[in-house]
Each structure stands twice: as structure tokens, then as C-alpha cells.
């Protein structure tokens, strides 16, 4: 009967052991690899105005606006192999870019040929897998377009901060990152937290819960009067990171944001969902 304890005890020992592994977390590309990336963004977003006296020349006035939106985005990213200094070169080519907007029931006309499709950036992975782009090629697109291009590609790999220690399971970190939300031809950044905590660790994938939260208050004088904007927002999401490959293959994360704008004698209430997909696959040369 001790035997049958005894092994017992070392199971239990065992158990607890592998329960607390740690698991340590950095994105980062490989040389010698391609990266095929989706990713889709469906907006749903209603947006309800009053304007009073001179603001609408006749009295008060209501207005509605309600807009849904879905933006598909493919891309592969290719690595070369390890040179001097250890860095590696890697290119990215933009497959796909479409957008369809419907605005009050009215499906929005979108350009057939979008530029941005079949651009290419060319640069150099550090030695720890972060990129530097050199030079951005797409000449149907204008300085404006270019610039966007070149700034998303520089993102990618450093969109998540994981801590500089391996982590256990049900362990949490929380990052600040930046979500743009366009009113007019103007775009304002709002930050947002997050907060990752891993849930399971299976084989060679990791599953992270996230949870979103976003508070803004913003006042700013005016001639006119004053403008201020208050933001509120909270989602959820889940994530799934290949260990192996240093990389997160999928995402899903749900957003709902509320904004109330006042504007000199103009009030503006917005109620926006933002559901944001990503998966990629990976596959060595």
C-alpha cells in the first residue's frame, strides 16, 4: 500500500511541476521563412447629432447616420537567409486591400484598381527578429498612402510587449496601444489598455484572453465656445501564439466605444462596434 502512495505522491509532485512551467513570450521573425497574414475589421457605427441656433441656421436640428464597414487586408512577408552581423533581409508584398462601406442603407462606391495592392517593402531583420524598412515601392500610390504603408509595416512583430521573463498560467501583463478613430477628415488617437493573460499552454500553442478598456476625456477651448469629447469603450478578445515560431497566428478581439462630442453649440453621440480578425500561417524554405 506505501508503494501505491508513494507513486501517487510523485504523480501529484509531477503534475505540480509541469502546472507551474514558465514559457517565455517575444514576437520576432525568422530567416528563412514566409508569413502569409489575413486580417478583416467590421465596423458598426451610429452616429446621432443636434445642432442649435446659428450651428444650423434654422433652430435646432437632429440628425443620424449609421455606417457599417468591413476592410480585408492580406499580406506575405518572406525572409531571406542570415548575413553579416546576423540581420536578414525580408520583403512584404501587399495581396490584397478592399474595403466596402454601406451609409444609411447606401452601399458606397470603392475604387476598382486600390493602389496600395502589389506594394512591396524591402529592409533587414535585426539579429532578434524586429524589421527595418529600407525602402517602400508602389508607384500608383501618392506620399500620403506611402507613408501609411511604411508605418504598418514597421509595426509588424512589435504590435504586442511581452514581459522580459517567461510567464506561468494564469499570469497577466497589460499594454497601452494606440486606436485611431476618425471624425471628419481628422483621425484622433485614443489610447487603450489591454490586458493579456494566458490561459492555457498546449503543445506548441499558447491561448492569451484579452480584455480591452478604453477612458478618454478631452477639453479644448474654442472661439466659439468650448469642445470636448468623452470616451468609454471595453472588449474582449482571444489570441493564439505559435511558440515555436516567436509568433501569434490568430485574433480576435471585440470592441464596443461610445463617444459623446460637443462641439461649440453642436452635440454628437457615437455608438461603434469594431470587430478586428487576424490568422497567419507560417512555413520555413
Same mark, same amino acid.
Given at each position: 500500500m506505501r508503494k501505491y502512495f508513494f507513486v501517487a505522491a510523485i504523480l501529484m509532485a509531477a503534475t505540480a511541476v509541469k502546472a507551474q512551467k514558465t514559457v517565455p513570450f517575444k514576437l520576432k521573425f525568422l530567416p528563412n521563412h514566409t508569413y502569409t497574414i489575413t486580417g478583416n475589421t467590421v465596423t458598426d457605427s451610429r452616429i446621432n447629432s443636434v445642432g442649435k441656433g446659428n450651428a444650423m441656421k434654422k433652430g435646432s436640428q437632429k440628425r443620424s447616420l449609421e455606417s457599417k464597414g468591413n476592410t480585408a487586408m492580406g499580406y506575405i512577408i518572406k525572409t531571406g537567409p542570415v548575413g553579416a552581423g546576423g540581420n536578414f533581409?525580408?520583403?512584404?508584398?501587399?495581396?490584397?486591400?478592399?474595403?466596402? $462601406?454601406?451609409?444609411?442603407?447606401?452601399?458606397?462606391?470603392?475604387?476598382? $484598381?486600390?493602389?496600395?495592392?502589389?506594394?512591396?517593402?524591402?529592409?533587414?531583420?535585426?539579429? &532578434? #527578429?524586429?524589421?527595418?524598412?529600407?525602402?517602400?515601392?508602389?508607384?500608383?500610390?501618392?506620399?500620403?498612402?506611402?507613408?501609411?504603408?511604411?508605418?504598418?509595416?514597421?509595426?509588424?512583430? &512589435?504590435?504586442?510587449k511581452f514581459p522580459n521573463r517567461p510567464m506561468k498560467i494564469g499570469e497577466s501583463f497589460t499594454q497601452e496601444k494606440p486606436f485611431n478613430v476618425v471624425n471628419g477628415q481628422k483621425s484622433i488617437g485614443i489610447k487603450t489598455t489591454v490586458i493579456y493573460t494566458l490561459k492555457a499552454v498546449k503543445?506548441?500553442?499558447?491561448?492569451? &484572453?484579452?480584455?480591452?478598456?478604453?477612458? +478618454?476625456?478631452?477639453?479644448?477651448?474654442?472661439?466659439?465656445?468650448?469642445?470636448?469629447?468623452?470616451?468609454?469603450?471595453?472588449?474582449? #478578445?482571444? +489570441?493564439?501564439?505559435?511558440?515555436?515560431?516567436? +509568433?501569434?497566428?490568430?485574433?480576435?478581439?471585440?470592441? &464596443? +466605444?461610445?463617444?459623446?462630442?460637443?462641439?461649440?453649440?453642436?452635440?454628437?453621440?457615437?455608438?461603434?462596434?469594431?470587430?478586428?480578425?487576424?490568422?497567419?500561417?507560417?512555413?520555413?524554405?
Open positions: 533581409p525580408f520583403t512584404v508584398t501587399i495581396t490584397n486591400f478592399s474595403s466596402k $462601406n454601406i451609409v444609411n442603407g447606401v452601399a458606397q462606391a470603392a475604387p476598382k $484598381n486600390n493602389p496600395v495592392v502589389g506594394a512591396i517593402s524591402r529592409g533587414l531583420c535585426t539579429r &532578434d #527578429g524586429q524589421m527595418q524598412t529600407q525602402s517602400v515601392t508602389f508607384p500608383n500610390a501618392d506620399a500620403k498612402t506611402q507613408k501609411a504603408v511604411l508605418n504598418m509595416v514597421n509595426k509588424l512583430g &512589435d504590435e504586442i503543445g506548441n500553442l499558447a491561448y492569451f &484572453d484579452t480584455k480591452e478598456a478604453i477612458t +478618454m476625456n478631452i477639453a479644448t477651448p474654442k472661439p466659439t465656445g468650448n469642445a470636448d469629447m468623452k470616451t468609454t469603450g471595453n472588449g474582449k #478578445g482571444t +489570441m493564439i501564439y505559435d511558440i515555436a515560431h516567436n +509568433m501569434a497566428i490568430a485574433k480576435a478581439d471585440d470592441l &464596443d +466605444m461610445k463617444m459623446d462630442m460637443h462641439v461649440g453649440t453642436m452635440t454628437m453621440a457615437i455608438d461603434a462596434n469594431t470587430a478586428v480578425s487576424y490568422k497567419a500561417r507560417i512555413s520555413a524554405k
